[in-house]
Structure formats: C-alpha cells, structure tokens
C-alpha cells in the first residue's frame, strides 16, 4: 500500500523567509504526486501536480516542488513567504491514474510578522 | 461556472438523527468523492463514484451510504447520527484519476 508523510504538523516562518514544507511518499511505482492548499474554513486546492514529466514542477502562488526518486521525496518549497501564505498543506500520492489519492495528515504553516 | 457545491455549510443534530449532504458538481467530471476531515488526521475517504449508478467504499464507510443517479449529484447520508462523525465533510470531482476539485465543505456537530 502507498503512504504519505509529511514531517511537522506545524511550520512557523518569517515574512520574506524560505519556505520547506516536507513530503516523502512510498511507493512500489514512480507516482503521480500532488501538493494542496487550504485556507481556513475552505477546501482545498491543487497548488503543484507531478506526473513524470519534469522533476521540478512549478505551481501557483510562487510555490515549487522537486520530484527525488532517490529520496523518495516531494518537497513544496516558496523562496519568499508571504502573509497570505498561512494556510495547511497537504501532499497526496496516486499510483495510477484510476487509483485513488492517499492524503497526508498536512502541515500548517504560519507566517510571523 | 459554480465548481463543486456543498450544502448546508454547517450543521448540528442530535445523536440518532439523520440527514443528507449534498454535493453537486458542473464540471461534468466523471469520479465523485466524499472526505472527511478530522484535525492532525489529514482527509479520509468515505466513498468515492466512478460514474452514475457506480459507488464504492473507501477508507471509512461505516454509518454512511450514498448513492450517484446522475453525473451531478453525489449526495452522503447519514442514517444514525453518532458524535464520532462529528467532522467536516468535503466532497471532491474528477476527470478519471486526475486533479480533485473540492467543495467548501459542511461543518457537522453531533451533540
């Protein structure tokens, strides 16, 4: 069975900071990989999708996330945070495009002033 | 062009009580979903629809049903209300495997 982990429930960043939301997946087969985005008292929303096709997958709001079979890694990273980044991150694994998405238990990121 | 709409929004019931949330989509998006979301914990499956008159159990089924007459509409009900589903519920459509668009959820009580 495939899983996800994201390492830190809770991140805390400074405005202009890095950000380094952290995903490993296991999987018997390179996956389709998938970060979203939830703003409070929202759903969510795809923020990046990887589907093999290029390592380094650039999605909206200036996030990025770089493929690592390697590592078994999908990391979500923004070079400069902003306030309105405060939100939970979930990263999401499929095997197959008929299978069915398996969700982390998602990181929250706080913005500090 | 709506998305995937929810409704109510919120919602409170008394234990044994039952109710129908509503989920409805105008993607013409073929795969339905139905999560639910309990803090730390992440999303849950419930059920999900590959199309109408097609539904299969998730990760967690118990004290739930659904049924998908149309493309459309994925209702999820609830036949005896139990504090453990207190919970926010999200339903998400689909193209086949791809990309899941999510309603903005109902925030059930169960008191």
């Known amino acids: 069975a495939q899983s996800v982990t994201q390492l830190g429930s809770h991140v805390s960043v400074s405005e202009g900071a890095l950000v380094l939301l952290r995903c490993n997946y296991s999987?018997?087969?390179?996956?389709?990989l998938f970060w979203y985005v939830q703003y409070p008292n929202q759903g969510l929303q795809l923020l990046l999708k990887y589907t093999s096709a290029a390592t380094l997958v650039k999605g909206i709001n200036g996030f990025e996330a770089e493929f690592k079979k390697s590592e078994t890694s999908f990391h979500l990273t923004k070079p400069s945070a902003h306030m309105s980044d405060a939100a939970e991150y979930f990263c999401a694994v499929l095997k197959s495009s008929g299978d069915k998405l398996t969700f982390g238990t998602g990181t929250r990121l706080a913005v500090r002033p | 062009n709506a998305g995937v709409t929810q409704t109510p929004k919120f919602r409170i019931l008394k234990i044994g009580q039952s109710m129908t949330l509503q989920c409805t989509q105008d993607m013409n998006h073929n795969y339905m979903y139905w999560y639910r979301q309990d803090p730390g914990m992440g999303l849950k499956l419930i059920y999900y629809s590959v199309g109408a008159g097609i539904t299969d159990k998730g990760e967690v089924p118990n004290g739930y049903n659904v049924s998908r007459s149309t493309t459309e509409d994925f209702p999820l009900r609830l036949e005896l209300a139990a504090p453990s589903q207190t919970s926010v519920y999200f339903c998400?459509?689909?193209?086949?495997?791809?990309?899941?668009?999510f309603g903005d959820g109902t925030r059930l009580s169960i008191l």
């Open positions: 999987s018997s087969v390179p996956p389709y």
């Open positions: 998400a459509s689909s193209y086949g495997g791809g990309p899941q668009h």
